[in-house]
């Protein structure tokens, strides 16, 4: 954190019919915080994997 780079794995729980879709989702997040403004830039991709 000392250089302020972000990286993390989430993953989401619901139990909402409409957004059910999500708790089979892994995703990653790669960005960097501003340590001086606080400001936060992140990317979110979800992850799919292809099989040949």
Avoid: C, R
């Avoid at 879709?21 to 997040?29: D, G, K």
């Amino acid at each position: 954190m000392a250089e302020g780079l972000i990286a993390a794995a989430p993953t989401f729980q619901t139990g909402s019919e409409k957004y059910g879709w999500l708790n089979s989702v892994q995703a990653v997040v790669a960005g960097n915080v501003n340590l001086e403004t606080g400001d936060l830039v992140y990317h979110l991709y979800e992850v799919v994997v292809s099989l040949p």
